[in-house]
Nanobody, 122 residues
């Protein structure tokens, strides 16, 4: 059974940091990524990573502040979030894909976690 389970969400002050993790089970994936969603808005791309070192993609809004990484041996995905802003508050979802190219398109992702809430206080 394929599962993606996020952890690490919570409340943080603006300017602070949080680290999200996603544990994948059932199989390995060529592409893993993070998306986020706030009520009333569409789910949006945050960051993604391929299986090769350095093969990453970021949304412009998080470049320079967020870092995506993965441990292929442990089948885990992480998102280090620094300099958090109130507009970063959302439910963050882990996603996985079998695509060969690192993608920011939500349609390219097949598997999803349940999400973890990030709240940023100003």
């Amino acid at each position: 059974q394929i599962q993606l389970v996020e952890s690490g969400g919570g409340l943080v002050q603006a300017g602070g940091s949080l680290r999200l993790s996603c544990a994948a089970s059932g199989r390995t994936f060529s592409i893993m990524g993070w998306f986020r969603q706030v009520p009333g808005k569409e789910r949006e791309f945050v960051a993604a990573i391929g299986s090769r070192l350095g093969d990453t993609k970021y949304a412009d809004s998080v470049k320079g502040r967020f870092t995506v990484s993965r441990d292929n041996a442990k089948n885990t995905l992480c998102l280090q979030m620094n300099s958090l802003k109130p507009e970063d508050a959302a439910v963050y979802y882990c996603a996985a894909s079998n695509f060969r190219v690192v993608s920011g398109d939500i349609k390219d992702y097949t598997y999803w976690g349940q999400g973890t809430q990030i709240t940023v206080s100003s």
